[in-house]
């Protein structure tokens, strides 16, 4: 028996999906994955209209940190890097968020869905100061 039937039915035909992980594969694995490489915010715009060209409504990302040689993804709360564990939002973090997001929107369009994958960055105290420096820039 389909799960949906011990619910009553099903209560839509289509699910919207959207692009998980947008570009974060990209950025370390994109020749074994055989796709373009994400080494700058203009290859983030050209992702976000590719995800656009491909028919998604939403994509989701993660933060990009392309002032740092190699270009990599700002996961502190796996124990990489500095602020661990802190896991405060500074400066340079703060404008990789606000370029990259926009880099997508310039690609992708006015109507498309973006969200930011934020897990295991920063602690509540982290949000708090990043959102009083936000403020602040």
């Given at each position: 028996m389909p799960v949906y039937a011990l619910?009553?039915?099903?209560?839509?035909d289509r699910l919207p999906l959207y692009w998980s992980h947008c570009g974060s594969y990209r950025l370390r694995n994109a020749a074994m994955m055989g796709v373009e490489p994400v080494r700058s915010l203009d290859d983030v715009v050209k992702l976000g209209k590719h995800v656009k060209d491909s028919g998604f409504k939403a994509l989701k990302t993660n933060i990009f940190r392309f002032d740092l040689d190699?270009?990599?993804?700002h996961q502190p709360g796996f124990a990489r890097g500095a602020g661990y564990p802190e896991l405060n939002a500074d400066r340079a973090t703060l404008a990789?968020?606000?370029?990259?997001?926009?880099a997508f929107r310039q690609g992708a369009g006015p109507d498309m869905g973006i969200h930011l994958d934020t897990n295991f960055n920063f602690k509540t105290e982290g949000y708090i100061k990043?959102?009083?420096r936000l403020r602040a820039l």
């Open positions: 619910f009553g039915g099903p209560v839509r190699p270009p990599s993804m990789a968020i606000t370029d990259g997001l926009a990043g959102r009083a």
